[in-house]
């Protein structure tokens, strides 16, 4: 059997996430994204002139979403299948590319522990 890869979707109890937290940056903006410019020397010239052109607003690359309920209620996440005749692998690209299933065809066991209630 070839690989094949399809599109899925797969329902879990999840949280609503909340808003973003509205709290600044952990840094001062213009600490956060500077180097000397003996570090700036150091670098390769493409990158070195690129250092300073649009710096983040915050250490982090996205805003905290700390305002997460505790009430979970199913959501659909979309799935990346891909499968052989030994495995079938099912990613999670909204959450970062994780591996939600391994499953082991032959032995008909699934290879990751999942926890879903």
Do not use: C, W
Not at 6 to 25: C, F, S, V
Not at 28 to 33: D, G, Q, R, T, V
Not at 102 to 112: A, Q, T
């Amino acid at each position: 059997m070839a690989t094949t890869v399809r599109r899925d979707t797969l329902t879990l109890p999840a949280a609503p996430l909340g808003p973003e937290n509205p709290l600044p940056a952990l840094l001062p903006l213009e600490e956060a994204h500077t180097l000397a410019e003996s570090e700036r020397a150091a670098l390769p010239a493409e990158m070195a002139r690129q250092v300073g052109y649009g710096p983040l607003r915050s250490v982090l690359p996205t805003r905290i979403l700390d305002g997460y309920g505790r009430q979970r209620a199913p959501a659909s996440l979309d799935t990346l299948v891909i499968e052989n005749d030994r495995l079938r692998v099912t990613v999670l690209p909204g959450l970062g590319g994780r591996v939600g299933s391994l499953f082991h065809k032959p032995s008909g066991k699934e290879l990751l522990y999942t926890y879903r209630r």
